[in-house]
């Protein structure tokens, strides 16, 4: 059985989607550790924080729909 990582390196290599939402996480990362390098959040900072985080966890979750959905396929198929 592949493990989620195989799946993903697997996805990445061959669904434009999944490469896409990976991209953007690594962006939204890099824009969240930019912004966490302030000692202190202005309210404005801190609300674009949640904003960065909420849709950072969505890619992330997106991502691992799609290597479930994957996995299934994979089950499916190999029962079948």
Known sequence: MLTDE??????????PTFRELEEAH???????????????LTPQEELLKKQ?????????DRMAELIRNYRRSQEHAASS
């Open 26 to 40: 690594h962006r939204l990362d890099a824009e969240l550790q930019e912004l966490l390098k302030h000692h202190i």
């Open 6 to 15: 195989q799946i993903a390196d697997y996805l990445r290599s061959t669904d």
């Open 52 to 60: 960065i985080q909420k849709e950072k966890l969505g890619k992330k």
